[in-house]
């Protein structure tokens, strides 16, 4: 028997700018939970997810995977926060990042996520959250800037 | 749920749901096993995409990642398959045009003592998985974080009319262990 799924839980666009944004108080009744933002900054800096507000150093890490148009590259981060990035000041970076598992509490969280600013590269990255805590809030911050008016973010639910 | 603001809470969830995307199955071991099958898959052919979410860890005690092979209707030829990943030191692409299975490669953690808690991740859509006209196409996301990193997309074809019917999932490298989730899901198109 199919169960329909793949849920909105919240969605907000900016019609101020916004330093951060936060989902909190997550139902813990989905498999997994896809992230979709479609967003803009001040500058092209990194913008990060943190999970039930642990910015703390040695409990993440990700590895990333970039192509520009004319060389591809790849890197590996310890004691970051989940990264994405928006890379044009201008045109808006869309992101969607998976959280697979988000409410199990024998795992550690993976997300695997691309981003795409189509004037200057595309990504694609998996990083770990270091805790076997379930998911409760999720917040995004950008380094630097503000999220510009008309940033959009979406998050849903994956039935299990 | 709610959403904040700078810490003012702006909005509160919206609910919804549809029926364009469905759950069809979902396994999550309570014992190890060196594969996972979803088979009977004739009786959904009134979708017309299959997405597959794995949340996976290999027995084997490593410091690495491993793939997930995916063969159709038992079928063990006839398959090609292409990889670009990223491992933090470089960016490689490698593939073939005869191989015994599709990979989703780097999908699956394995078991060192250090990385208890880590599990690997992997989406993998299934094209027209129904499609009598067609060879079926897969393409996946996947990654796992151990000591070493990985982050790979991959690419893939059954070169095969047949409507999928069964699908096999066999672990890398040891057999997947106790609380690995596969969970398959229906996408309706026309």
């Not at chain 2, 549809?18 to 069809?24: C, F, I, M, P």
């Not at chain 2, 996972?36 to 995409?49: I, K």
């Not at chain 2, 860890?57 to 490593?62: F, L, R, Y």
């Not at chain 2, 079926?136 to 009319?161: C, F, Y």
């Amino acid at each position: 028997m199919a169960t329909p799924t793949y849920d909105l839980l919240a969605s907000t666009t900016l019609t101020t700018s916004a330093s951060s944004v936060t989902f909190s108080s997550i139902d813990q009744s989905y498999g997994d939970l896809i992230l979709v933002t479609c967003a803009k900054a001040l500058n092209t800096d990194d913008s990060w997810l943190a999970f039930n507000g642990d910015q703390s150093a040695g409990v993440w890490s990700r590895v990333r995977m970039i192509g520009d148009g004319s060389t591809t590259a790849t890197a590996s981060f310890s004691a970051q926060p989940v990264g994405y990035v928006l890379r044009d000041t201008t045109e808006f970076s869309v992101n969607i990042a998976h959280i697979n598992d988000y409410s199990a509490t024998d795992k550690h969280k993976t997300v695997l996520s691309r981003t795409n600013t189509a004037n200057t590269d595309v990504r694609a990255y998996a990083s770990r959250w270091g805790n076997t805590a379930a998911i409760t809030s999720i917040k995004l911050d950008h380094d630097g800037s503000d999220y510009q008016v008309g940033s959009t973010f979406n998050l849903y639910g994956v039935a299990k | 749920m709610s959403l904040m603001l700078l810490g003012i809470l702006n909005s509160q969830a919206a609910g919804g749901g549809g029926s364009a995307y469905d759950l069809l199955e979902t396994t999550t071991l309570t014992s190890s096993a060196s594969s996972v099958t979803f088979s009977g898959l004739g009786a959904y052919s009134d979708y017309a995409h299959l997405q597959i979410r794995a949340v996976t860890k290999g027995a084997a005690n490593n410091f690495g990642n491993s793939q997930i092979g995916i063969t159709f209707n038992g079928d063990t030829s006839g398959y090609s398959r292409h990889t670009l990943q990223g491992d933090g030191s470089s960016v490689s692409s490698s593939g073939t045009a005869n191989s015994n299975r599709v990979d989703v490669s780097d999908a699956t953690a394995e078991s060192n003592s250090s990385y208890a808690g880590v599990f690997g991740a992997s989406i993998v859509d299934i094209l027209d998985f129904s499609n009598t006209s067609k060879y079926t196409t897969v393409r996946a996301l996947s990654g796992s974080i151990m000591q070493n990193k990985a982050i790979t997309m991959n690419s893939g074809a059954w070169l095969d009319l047949a409507a999928v019917t069964s699908i096999n999932l066999e672990a890398g490298n040891g057999d997947f262990v106790s609380g690995c989730r596969f969970s398959i899901f229906g996408l309706k198109g026309n």
